[in-house]
């Protein structure tokens, strides 16, 4: 595998692809509360107002793009999983979703003030595409920004989980292979793929988010429920390394009790920047 793309982009998509066809419901009712702690930043940082033509990438439930309609903004969400674009629609009436692929947008060039994309850039088999694509569709000027996760040894809870899979099961179980899932938590590697694209001036910002889990099984079971390459990861462990695996998340979660709630620290990065 190379850093820029998998040797195979076509077999990651489609692993990708059938995957997030599955899991819309079960993100939807374990994600909604994480993910959505990024919104407003990247609303912010991208300059979403009034009457702003907004496009959010990877919409998943269109929880930036039902945040953007509430600014009053011209929203479209786009996300290559039917059951996905299906959940946007409950969520969020009054933008227009579509069925589409980040990397080949059904849009003309420069019909976009802005663009988006919370958490999606590291589920793509060919991210510098998607980013040349965001900026093709934007008009000069207008700004792009995506947030993505923190390294494992901040963002909590994925820390967790690699740990136990390393201590237990086998992290090399067998996967689509698929570019690093922590490659953009390098702030220096975002300013580098948007200033490739054509951005200029790339901005970067810490967001500090926590994930409140009501118990110890609670990490797993969103993995499971509602990701792709992770819950890949577990579910592609044997059945004996895999309840020493549970058992060792339940432990690492249940080190963050506060109140009765687990408080995963869970940060992100916020990378924007603008079309020249
Ligand atoms: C982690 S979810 C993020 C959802 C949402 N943006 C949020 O804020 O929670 C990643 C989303 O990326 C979508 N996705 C992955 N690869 C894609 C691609 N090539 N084109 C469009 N959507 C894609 C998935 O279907 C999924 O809905």
Redesign the pocket.
């Known amino acids: 595998m190379t850093l820029t793309s998998p040797s195979d982009p076509g077999g990651f998509?489609a692993f990708?692809?059938a995957g997030?066809r599955k899991v819309?419901s079960g993100?939807h009712d374990h994600?909604e509360s994480l993910?959505?702690q990024?919104?407003a930043p990247l609303l912010d940082a991208v300059g979403v107002r009034p009457g702003a033509r907004f496009l959010?990438?990877?919409?998943?439930?269109g929880?930036?793009a039902a945040a953007a309609c509430r600014r009053a903004a011209h929203v479209v969400g786009?996300?290559?999983?039917d059951s996905?674009v299906a959940e946007a629609k409950r969520q969020c009436p009054e933008a227009g979703f579509l069925v589409?692929?980040?990397?080949d947008l059904p849009f003309p060039d420069g019909g976009f003030d802005a663009v988006g994309?919370?958490?999606?850039l590291l589920?793509?088999?060919q991210p510098e595409k998607?980013l040349r694509e965001m900026y093709r569709v934007l008009r000069p000027g207008g700004r792009a920004g995506f947030a993505v996760w923190r390294k494992p040894e901040e963002a909590v809870g994925f820390g967790i989980i690699l740990r136990s899979i390393e201590t237990y099961g086998d992290l090399n179980a067998a996967l689509p292979a698929g570019p690093p899932f922590f490659r953009f938590s390098d702030p220096e590697e975002c300013r580098r793929v948007l200033r490739s694209a054509g951005f200029r001036d790339p901005e970067v910002l810490p967001i500090p988010q926590v994930w409140r889990l009501p118990s110890p099984d609670a990490l797993a079971e969103a993995m499971l429920a509602g990701?792709v390459r992770t819950g890949g990861l577990l579910r592609a462990q044997s059945r004996v390394a895999l309840p020493a695996i549970l058992a060792a998340i339940r432990d690492g979660v249940r080190a963050y009790e506060n109140n009765g709630v687990f408080e995963i620290p869970m940060p992100a990065i916020l990378a924007s920047a603008a079309k020249a």
């Open positions: 998509r990708e692809h997030w819309a993100y994600f993910t959505s990024a919104v959010d990438v990877a919409t998943g439930p929880y930036v786009i996300d290559f999983s996905m589409g692929d980040a990397e994309t919370n958490f999606g589920h793509l088999a998607a990701t």
